[in-house]
């Protein structure tokens, strides 16, 4: 399993040893010495260093996997993970994983040092001069995020997938230590509170077990799956696993007789090296499909299957011939994957028959198959003398989807966190639409795509230049859904662009996503002019070059999020941003500047003004009415919501205090205007949830960017009046041959409802971008 390093020249080694911190110069010890168990293969590398012999450059793969050990083992002494064990136990165990699914040395070697570089002071640097360039690439490529502040958990997350998927695009290994690292996490995830444990197993469920998926590695997939599951049902987790462990015996005895009787009937026809054996299958894999086929435990009835061997092909359709002369097949449940393989590599012969009781499932496939279907990349990935990876044409084509989706982030890096995650979600599910390129190649989709999707699919320019479609040697309207098996031809035209049109239909997020970005990149000019001439009749023409070149509208931009001026202009244009937005704060930009030289607030004068203005409103009722205040830490003050950020029960919230009689005003914690209020005036604040028996609703502002047809506020707002949401205020804008943008003032309780409304009208057809904004 173990992979050796290239050998170094002497003069390579000695300017490695010269450059190396003292550290790793140390004599590696006995693997008694360390104190922490450590897995049979680990201690032979040990031994195979001689006594007392430090390893700074190690040549050969022994010597490599003890200095990688012995190096994370002195640097994460005395530093111990949640449960009390010491640190090193974790890299180990992840280690331990990746030799199991047979990754190189190399892997392995960063499977112990994964860490090192976040936890430690040690730079990516120093991992190059004493293991290499491609442990350091290995190694930067899984190290976690550290020293960015995020607003929310979204965006921190949606950043380290992508960092992740960046990595992946430039050396798709990266990722088999990232998912031993989230497996050995999983496995000790009971020393975690609750909420955590929550919250990583719902991101090992939708991101890491699926993606484990489309890289064919399934020795990993279950178990990620399963211990999610435990996690996030806990109940029918239990439920589950009570059924399956009541009717073991039973199960065992029935298959051990279906499966000698297999072996009887294989040997009797020459094929007697077929290996048979029982497959159990996984909790997560049981419930699952009780849910989507609404059945209970004893109405499924593949909780256990068949697995034959076979040395090669032939034997494999020899082998399915008596398998379907033995029992008798059940129509519509026979699929050979040996013929049409999945994209991700998987191959085998799948077919369901009537057994001695009940049906049941049987896979036929060959050893080597059975090797990708185990550990996909890991079991047919190649490599080059250095240890770089290198794809045949069919293994690159395997990870297109990837590419796709690298190159759209890459064009479009500030997409919204939450499009992003979706897009990563939806794009990481099975495919279940199989058609094939004029070449005869297969191409993966999911249901329901069309002639547009694998368009996109092949290559953002083939869709951005889609003209037409052949589907089997036949034109069709783009908008026909693809079924197993089509010859997809595309046809395309050097003037041939996008039509918003194809919103209305295309089925992949990658689609969707390139189709978005044409049109923002394409219109930018639009954008930049509609947005200068909004800020022109606001602000006036004296004077405003200047003010749009000054240091001030910079830093308005950079609070939005954006890298210039030009860019706050074509997002103003496009609706990113709105205009109340950019006025409120170029005027506290103005105001900061005016006041640069003016004395600082003391933290006593303020507190003096509080206790002053809390007399004087003693007796007076909180703004809303009523008993009780909504927020706490305001009782008997006099506040108000922000309307730069309109916040919401539910979303993390603090006081403002305003000089003169202005009272408090109530902001989100994110908001970009709190930046700018200082310390000592900012108040600690909460909502109240048991202010009032009745929640109270508030004002929330929507932009919503739609294709221009007749009726499309009405279905808005039928939708929203259908989960009974009050719109007080709708205003359209209409451009002849460009998309309408629709203002919605609705009153919402909660961020939760919030979330839900934005979701329930994204989800529309009609629906270009949709976005909430400030309320004027």
């Known amino acids: 399993m173990l992979r050796a390093a290239p050998n170094l020249d002497a003069s390579a080694v000695a300017t490695r040893v010269a450059a190396a911190p003292a550290l790793v110069r140390k004599p590696i010890r006995t693997p008694a010495d360390y104190g922490v168990p450590l897995p049979d293969w680990l201690q032979r590398c040990i031994e195979h260093v001689p006594p007392g012999q430090g390893v700074s450059c190690p040549t050969d793969a022994e010597a490599l996997l003890a200095s990688a050990f012995d190096f994370a083992y002195q640097l994460h002494e005395g530093q111990y993970r949640a449960s009390g064990e010491p640190y090193i136990i974790h890299p180990v165990a992840v280690a331990d994983l990746l030799r199991d699914i047979g990754a190189s040395a190399g892997v392995i070697a960063a499977g112990f040092l994964h860490d090192v570089v976040e936890d430690t002071e040690v730079t990516a640097e120093e991992i190059e001069q004493h293991f290499g360039a491609e442990v350091r690439s290995l190694v930067e490529g899984v190290t976690k995020l550290g020293g960015i502040h995020f607003t929310n958990h979204t965006e921190a997350q949606a950043e380290n997938l992508r960092r992740m998927f960046l990595a992946m695009a430039s050396d798709i290994r990266v990722v088999l230590v990232k998912l031993a690292d989230r497996l050995h996490n999983m496995r000790t995830i009971a020393a975690l509170k609750p ?144 013929g049409l393989p999945k994209p991700n590599g998987y191959q085998s012969l799948h077919t369901a028959v009537i057994g001695r009781h009940r049906p049941i499932e049987v896979q036929i496939r060959t050893t080597d198959m059975h090797q990708v279907a185990e550990y996909g990349i890991a079991a047919h990935w190649k490599y080059k003398e250095g240890g770089s990876p290198a794809a045949s044409g069919a293994d690159a084509e395997r990870f297109n989807w990837l590419r796709q989706l690298v190159d759209w982030q890459k064009d479009d890096g500030g997409t919204d966190s939450n499009d992003f995650l979706r897009s990563i979600k939806e794009d990481l599910f099975d495919e279940e639409v199989f058609v094939f390129t004029p070449n005869g190649d297969v191409v993966g989709l999911r249901k329901g795509s069309t002639a547009v999707d694998f368009a996109y699919r092949i290559h953002s320019e083939i869709g951005n230049h889609c003209q037409g479609v052949r589907i089997n040697d036949r034109l069709c309207p783009l908008a026909t859904p693809l079924r197993n098996g089509d010859f997809v031809q595309v046809v395309t035209a050097k003037t041939a662009h996008p039509s918003l049109d194809w919103l209305n239909f295309v089925a992949t997020p990658t689609a969707r996503n390139r189709i978005r970005h044409w049109y923002k990149t394409s219109h930018r000019e639009d954008n930049l002019q509609r947005g200068t ?73 303020v507190a003096a003004k509080v206790a002053a203005h809390a007399a ?24 108000r919501l922000g309307g730069c950020c309109s916040p919401l ?52 502002q929507l932009r919503i960017e739609v294709l221009d047809r007749v009726g499309v506020l009405k279905d808005i707002l039928t939708r929203l009046s259908d989960h009974r949401i009050n719109v007080c205020d709708a205003r359209v804008r209409t451009n002849p041959g460009k998309p309408a943008r629709i203002d919605l003032r609705v009153e919402l309780e909660s961020a939760s409802q919030l979330a839900s409304t934005i979701n329930q009208i994204r989800s529309m057809a009609d629906v270009l971008d949709i976005a909430r904004t400030g309320i004027g």
């Open 649 to 700: 029960p539910g979303e993390q919230i603090l006081g403002a205090v305003a000089l003169g009689n202005h009272g408090i005003t109530i902001h989100r914690q994110d908001c970009s205007n709190v930046a700018q209020v200082p310390a000592e005036r900012r108040l600690p604040v909460r909502w109240n949830s048991a202010s009032e028996t009745r929640p109270r609703r508030y004002p929330v």
């Open 195 to 338: 909420e955590k444990q929550l919250r990583i197993a719902r991101e090992t469920r939708e991101i890491y077990a699926p993606l484990a998926n489309r890289l064919g590695i399934g020795r990993l997939k279950w178990e990620l799956e399963d211990l999610a599951f435990k996690i996030l049902e806990p109940e029918a987790y239990r439920d589950v696993q009570q059924q399956v462990a009541t009717k073991r015996s039973e199960r065992e005895e029935r298959l051990a007789v279906t499966v000698q009787l297999l072996r009887d009937r294989l040997a009797a026809v020459g094929l007697a090296n077929c290996e048979v054996s029982g497959r159990p299958k996984h909790l997560y894999g049981i419930w699952s499909k009780m849910q989507r086929q609404q059945k209970a435990f004893h109405e499924i009835y593949d909780v256990a299957a068949l697995r034959i061997l076979c040395p090669n092909f032939e034997s494999c359709y020899r082998a399915l011939a008596v398998v379907h002369d033995t029992f008798r097949p059940i129509p519509g449940r026979f699929k050979d994957y040996i």
């Open 616 to 639: 004087q409103v003693a007796h007076q009722a909180p703004v809303g009415g009523g008993g009780t205040s909504s927020i706490l830490g305001l009782e008997g003050l006099d506040y």
């Open 533 to 605: 001439e909004m800020l022109e009749r606001e602000l006036g023409r004296d004077g405003f070059d200047a003010l749009l070149n000054g240091e001030a509208m910079a830093k308005v931009a950079r609070r939005c999020n954006l890298t210039c001026t030009e860019d706050l202009l074509a997002s103003l244009g496009f609706g990113g941003v709105t205009l109340h937005q950019v006025l409120n704060r170029l005027r506290e930009e103005m105001r900061l500047a005016s006041e640069a030289s003016a004395p600082v607030v003391s933290n006593e004068q």
